[in-house]
């Protein structure tokens, strides 16, 4: 294979070319790119590459290439029908030879792009179905134009898909009393398995668990279905689903094990080859030892099957991968964290049944992020910590990243833009927020991440999955209240990673007015709140407010709501109590007072402060969600076909990257039963 060819983009056809934007070439990086629906496309610079070696810069290029192999298995796993959709907006996109000027073909641009934000027909965010601003009418017409060798699939299949709003309307439904799965369009469970199947399934599985001391993730990567009536599992993995795309990205690991930075690494992307051929989870635990394990190198990546946030029940994991490398100068930071975690964990506001004794292999960085794939693409986080097995974590560490190069970009496109002068309360409010805002946000991150997440421990006998779909809110919030308990501890400001005991309090107040307020600006109008993160967020400030006693409230000015925090303390101690209720429910696995938090405090939404929130916020013109366009990375070879460069470019327009991506990355078929 030409490696030169492969990620250049020399593939793109003519058509293709000529019908989207082409590669823009800039001499001066910018952050900001182009913007549609609610939606800005930023780029992140993947500042000291240049400063690494040439074995590190290929495999740096090799982990790229294995995280963006991946990525039909996550279009796949958000909607049996994705694939083909995209196949279908793609062609039409290339294709269409009526008027590119008119209402329906620019309102069918922007769906194709929202589609390709969210790597399907549901938003990424709120999970709900984009509803077509353009005609089925238009759509039929326009597809004429495509040659039929193109479309080998039933695309009247498609279009109650696409338009009808009745049919697959929540990619993950989350809403209490319902059958979670049944209503779900998430691809983890086939046609007719129902919620109370699918406990029962798994609970089985745990039962006859041979060594329930280190219990496996069951069902993490596989497709539960039917067949003849009986449930059983299509496991992800090489020879089976998924298994060409699973292929592709071995290929590339196999390349990466030759120029690994260690003898360590070379394990870790063995035992990882070893996963994805045979699909076995106790493999993968022992991937995930390894990986805890390897912390001599600069260069790191994660690769498979990782977040469960996108099935309801919140076992099957979305794939995703990304490649980083470690920002040195940054890490100093989460070092000083990481390296007192035992202290953290003993003066935990918890009950000390919850508390780590002896906290294991705990390791913090700040990374650079180098190209972003899968569930991580464009839309990412800022903050991971891994592996998600609650005994690894506990017997053998975990790791947790900073990605410093992306929440620069989003501090740097937040510049400006108004938000803060029609939001926060106050000038010097918004003063202490300007002064700190950026420090104390990359500190939040990093106690969650690093301490947050790596901190407590469940009782004896509780399972992990004992939460179910209130799981991933209950864990996002405890790791949240972990990061805002202690970063008002005088222990940070002794640590020198707070410049003085005022700066916390920029975090207590633009957290306060998010879960209350702004953070309504993603959610549509008569929805309730239901992604993970923002439940965490709501649950939290809404029981603060609700147990403050004046010490934060909401009050009115002008006709506009604001938060006005009187008493930063009292807020410390409530957080603190909060943390060790929430730790309580997570340790004893109390399914009902996870529920009564939830429900209670994370899912309502007061209709009339949407309404003025969503109307102040629309004068200010701004993008509520934000994702990221990859760099290029170009090698040059010698004759024998060793890379002797890797380049790194900017500059290649949204709709030229994702075409490119579907063209170099199309790994499985249209169909995946």
């Known amino acids: 294979m030409n490696l030169k060819h492969l990620y250049t983009g020399m593939l793109i056809t003519a058509a293709l070319a000529t019908s989207c934007g082409t590669q823009q070439e800039t001499t001066d ?36 290439q ?26 039409v996109y290339t294709d269409y030879q009526g008027d590119r000027e008119s209402e329906d073909f620019k309102n069918f641009v922007i769906y194709l792009k929202r589609v390709w934000f969210s790597n399907g027909i549901h938003h990424h965010y709120g999970c709900e179905k984009f509803q077509p601003a353009f005609s089925e009418a238009f759509l039929r017409t326009a597809i004429k134009d495509v040659a039929p060798e193109k479309l080998p699939f039933d695309i009247e299949e498609l279009f109650p898909v696409i338009f009808d709003p009745t049919v697959m309307p929540k990619r993950t439904n989350q809403a209490d009393g319902e059958d979670l799965v049944l209503t779900s369009a998430a691809n983890y469970y086939g046609p007719g398995v129902t919620q109370a199947e699918a406990e029962d399934f798994y609970l089985k599985m745990k039962e006859a668990d041979p060594d329930p001391e280190h219990p496996i993730m069951f069902g993490m990567n596989s497709r539960l279905v039917k067949e003849n009536g009986v449930l059983t599992e299509k496991v992800w993995r090489s020879g089976g689903l998924y298994g060409a795309a699973i292929d592709r990205i071995i290929f590339w690991l196999e390349k990466a094990k030759t120029v690994a930075e260690n003898d360590k690494q070379v394990a870790v992307i063995d035992k990882l080859i070893e996963y994805y051929r045979t699909g076995d989870l106790k493999t993968f635990d022992a991937y995930s030892i390894l990986w805890v394990e390897d912390t001599d190198g600069d260069v790191d990546f994660t690769n498979g099957f990782t977040e469960s946030y996108g099935d309801p029940l919140g076992m099957k994991a979305s794939w995703e991968g990304y490649a980083n490398f470690k920002d040195k100068a940054a890490t100093e930071r989460t070092e000083k964290l990481s390296a007192s975690a035992q202290w953290f964990e003993d003066h935990s506001p918890v009950d000390a049944r919850f508390k780590k004794q002896n906290c294991k292999g705990i390791t913090a960085k700040v990374i650079v992020a180098a190209i972003l794939g899968g569930d991580l693409y464009p839309s990412t986080a800022i903050g991971i910590n891994l592996p998600n097995s609650n005994w690894v974590r506990a017997e053998h560490g ?4 900073t990605i410093g ?11 400006g833009n108004g938000f803060q002068e029609e939001f926060v309360i106050d000038q010097a409010t918004r003063d202490l927020i300007r002064e700190y805002g950026d420090v104390c946000d990359d500190l939040h991150t990093d106690l969650h991440e690093c301490l947050g997440h790596g901190s407590g421990k469940l009782l004896p006998g509780v399972d992990a999955d004992s939460l179910k779909a209130y799981g991933s809110a209950i864990e996002e919030a405890r790791a949240d209240l972990f990061g805002l308990y202690y970063i008002a501890d005088p222990k940070l400001v002794e640590l020198g990673l707070t410049p003085n005991d005022e700066a916390y309090k920029s975090q207590y107040y633009t957290y306060m007015m998010n879960g209350l307020m702004t953070q309504l600006v ?8 239901e992604e993970a993160h923002m439940r965490n967020r709501a649950l939290i400030a809404h029981w603060v407010l609700d147990h403050a006693e004046g010490a934060v409230e909401l009050i009115k000015r002008d006709g506009k709501t604001y938060v006005q925090i009187n008493d930063y303390a009292a807020l410390r101690t409530l957080f603190g109590e909060l943390l060790a209720e929430i730790q309580r429910v997570k340790s004893e696995g109390d399914f009902e007072g996870a529920r009564r938090l939830i429900e209670a405090y ?16 629309k004068a ?20 024998d076909g060793h890379i002797t460069d890797v380049q790194i470019r900017y500059g ?8 490119r991506y579907s063209q170099e990355y199309k790994t499985l078929p249209l169909i995946n039963d």
């Not at 190069?405 to 510049?415: E, F, G, P, Q, V």
């Not at 994370?602 to 916020?617: M, N, S, W």
């Not at 701004?622 to 004759?639: C, M, Q, R, S, W």
């Open 405 to 415: 190069n992306l929440t620069d970009a989003y501090n740097k496109a937040a510049r």
């Open 66 to 91: 294995a995280a963006l192999s991946g990525r039909d298995i996550l279009w796949d796993q958000n909607g049996r029908y994705n694939l083909r959709i995209r196949q279908l907006l793609e062609s």
């Open 522 to 529: 993603r959610i549509e109008p008569g929805n309730t709140i």
């Open 29 to 64: 990086f910018e952050y900001n790119d182009e913007r549609f629906a609610d939606l800005q496309m930023l780029r992140y610079k993947v500042e000291g590459f240049e400063d690494l070696s040439l074995r590190q810069k290929t495999l740096v290029y090799y982990l790229s």
């Open 652 to 659: 290649e327009a949204y709709d030229h990257q994702m075409l």
């Open 602 to 617: 994370g899912v309502k939404v007061d209709p009339e402060l949407h309404k003025e929130v969503l109307a102040r916020y």
């Open 398 to 401: 975990s790791k947790s990243v």
């Open 620 to 639: 200010l013109d701004l993008a509520p969600y934000k994702g990221f366009i990859n760099p290029e990375y170009v090698v040059t070879e010698d004759k």
